[in-house]
């Protein structure tokens, strides 16, 4: 089993065909202040297996600050099914819509572990509000 994708986006669901849909892809934030929370992100893994993939794995979530401490985390496990056609790979698209914690500015990174291995990592740019230009002296020195 691998990992097509991790992405974070603003909104994603599944057709009634079964197709992924995903809006708004993004890969950085600015904030007005910290602490904070980007709410409602939908954090979206397209996972693809193969005819010996059949069985339970486990998957787990890593909200990671950019001083790599754990803010949050989630998992759970899933059963795949053999395919119908054992040629082609199986799309498993899990849409998780979470709460994101920013405690700080920097990179924060969404760890997806598969089967207790590190398999994908998304990346956040977290970023504050621009900082107000100090007003100069009339020789350039700022006190």
Not at 11 to 30: H, I, P, R, T
Not at 49 to 55: F, V, Y
Request: no cysteine; net charge negative; glycine share 6%.
């Amino acid at each position: 089993m691998h990992i097509s994708f991790a992405v974070f986006a603003d909104a994603a669901n599944l057709s009634q065909e079964g197709k992924l849909n995903v809006l708004g892809v993004f890969d950085a934030v600015q904030v007005a202040g910290l602490p904070t929370i980007h709410p409602r992100t939908h954090f979206v893994v397209r996972l693809k297996a193969a005819s010996q993939d059949t069985g339970t794995h486990k998957l787990t979530f890593r909200w990671l600050s950019p001083m790599d401490e754990e803010l949050w985390s989630s998992s759970g496990e899933m059963t795949v099914a053999p395919a119908p056609n054992p040629v082609f790979e199986v799309d498993l698209p899990i849409i998780a819509v979470v709460d994101l914690p920013l405690n700080v500015t920097g990179q924060y990174t969404m760890q997806v572990t598969l089967d207790g291995e590190p398999t994908a990592a998304a990346r956040l740019l977290v970023s504050g509000p621009p900082t107000a230009m100090m007003p100069s002296a009339g020789n350039g020195i700022v006190s």
